[in-house]
Nanobody
Framework: QVQLVESGGGLVQAGGSLRLSCAAS????????MGWFRQAPGQEREFVAA????????YYTNSVKGRFTISRDNAKNTVYLQTNSLKPEDTAVYYC?????????????????????WGQGTQVTVSS
């Protein structure tokens, strides 16, 4: 069982930055690929970014490439999402998720059905 707790959300002006954190319980954090997803009001939850268990590879949805960076610190059982150049359309609840599955391709982790555990989410609001 893995418990995930997100933090770092808030209200920011367009062009600003936030660093989201997701702290995980358990001793086997490095065995899990981690992903960030988001859900805007009235919309379905969508993939944002993923990182493999050893942190060697990452994958992003096109709309955040060059602006967001996913990283992890396995010694701290934490995954991060650095969000820069934020836009109003980035406004959403951001969720982190953990996947116990092992794939050769990191883009497979864009499918939310591949994840076993989810956090409760943190709100990011970007004002124009």
């Amino acid at each position: 069982q893995v418990q995930l707790v997100e933090s770092g959300g808030g209200l920011v002006q367009a062009g600003g930055s936030l660093r989201l954190s997701c702290a995980a319980s358990g001793r086997t954090f490095s065995r899990y690929a981690m992903g960030w997803f988001r859900q805007a009001p009235g919309q379905e939850r969508e993939f944002v970014a993923a990182i493999r268990g050893n942190g060697t590879d990452t994958y992003y949805t096109n709309s955040v490439k060059g602006r967001f960076t996913i990283s992890r610190d396995n010694a701290k059982n934490t995954v991060y999402l650095q969000t820069n150049s934020l836009k109003p359309e980035d406004t959403a609840v951001y969720y982190c998720a953990a996947s116990s599955r092992t794939y050769s391709r990191t883009d497979y982790y864009a499918d939310q059905n591949e994840y076993d555990y989810w956090g409760q989410g943190t709100q990011v609001t970007v004002s124009s």
